[in-house]
């Protein structure tokens, strides 16, 4: 996953980029052609998750996966690693790794039919920067046969290990998270539902922009934007192609690690079991004790939990001395009832 200027060159001027609170930020720059060309992914991209799970692998603890971080480190057999050597923890590495495709074969197949000259692109835009150039990488470039069937055993590995199992949980939080957002876009339309992909999500002019920890100003081609949510990324992360759309990759509102544990229920698989629990709560006004002792949970993880439906715009929370009260939106409200009515 990486970002590129129009041109296909890296971008220039995006360290230094931030709002007017000081933050560092993703900025799309949107034309009237990609306004009216937005879609959502219609699946996920297996390849795409593979990309995002290895570099979550290698980042800090992340909240929420933290344990699968721990797990996947500890699991992830020794012939995936290779991969390190091309993806970084920020997912930003050769874009030919990861293309758009409906299964790991078909994908693979994509990957290993990149033109040369491309391949070489994109290494030699890669590394250094992000990514030291090893004997492997050079051989990459080079075209040699071993180094390539070694990226193709180091990505199935990979794919079985992260993949493969939870395949079916995260297209059960893919779709639900396709589904809710395409309501929203129905009742609330296009500029509402794009700032509320992510936390602090707004509009300045035709740029949409979200807080993130690398900074980057992205011009969009006029081709249009596909919506990609992912249950194991935490940020927003764009790619963008030239003779594409480009592709928007956003936190699902449930990460993976909570879809592991979500019941068959519609609202479950969008919100996980806990917080459509608290928000089942909500159409009374709550506080953060008062939820921590309905569902037999910490406070502190009520507090998260609530912190992560209020990001969502599904409750609104106000504090009145040293209490904290919770209460639906009237978006948390139509989900719910929505969600009644599926049942």
């Given at each position: ?226 919506l990609l949510p992912s249950v194991l990324w935490s940020r927003p992360l764009v790619a963008l192609y030239e003779d594409a759309p480009s592709v928007l990759i956003y936190p699902a509102v ?7 544990e979500a019941p068959a229920d519609p609202l479950g698989v969008l919100l996980g079991r806990t917080r459509a629990a608290i928000l089942d709560l909500l159409p009374r006004e709550l506080s ?56």
């Amino acid at each position: 996953m990486a970002e590129l200027s129009e041109a296909g060159r890296p971008l220039a001027g995006a360290r230094g980029l931030s709002d007017r609170w000081g933050r560092t930020v993703l900025r799309l720059r949107f034309t009237a052609e990609d306004l009216l060309r937005v879609t959502f992914a219609a699946e996920p991209a297996p390849l795409m998750e593979l990309g995002l799970a290895m570099a979550m692998v290698q980042r800090a603890a992340v909240p929420q996966f933290s344990r699968w971080q721990r797990r996947a480190r500890e699991t992830l057999p020794r012939q995936a690693t290779a991969l390190f050597g091309l993806v970084p923890p920020t997912a930003r590495g050769p874009m030919f790794l990861d293309p758009l495709s409906k299964g790991l074969d078909d994908g693979l197949d994509l990957v290993l039919a990149t033109p040369a000259s491309r391949v070489r692109a994109e290494l030699d835009r890669v590394c250094p920067t992000r990514r030291p150039v090893t004997p492997w990488v050079k051989d990459l470039a080079d075209g040699e046969r071993e180094a390539w069937q070694t990226l193709e055993r180091a990505m199935r590995a990979a794919h079985s290990a992260l993949i493969d199992e939870p395949w079916s949980r995260i297209e059960s939080g893919f779709q639900a998270e396709r589904a809710w957002r395409t309501r929203l876009l129905a009742r609330d339309g296009l500029r509402s539902t794009l700032a509320g992909l992510a936390a602090g999500g707004r509009w300045e002019g035709t740029a949409l922009v979200f807080p993130r920890p690398e900074p980057t100003d992205a011009a969009l081609s006029g081709r249009g934007l596909v919506l990609l949510p992912s249950v194991l990324w935490s940020r927003p992360l764009v790619a963008l192609y030239e003779d594409a759309p480009s592709v928007l990759i956003y936190p699902a509102v449930t990460p993976l690690p909570l879809l592991e544990e979500a019941p068959a229920d519609p609202l479950g698989v969008l919100l996980g079991r806990t917080r459509a629990a608290i928000l089942d709560l909500l159409p009374r006004e709550l506080s953060t004790s008062d939820i921590a002792k309905e569902l037999g949970i910490s406070k502190s993880s009520a507090s998260e939990h609530a912190k992560a439906l209020r990001d969502a715009r599904l409750i609104v929370t106000q504090r009145d001395g040293k209490a904290v009260w919770h209460s639906c939106t009237p978006l948390g409200l139509e989900l719910l009832r929505g969600a009644d009515t599926a049942g």
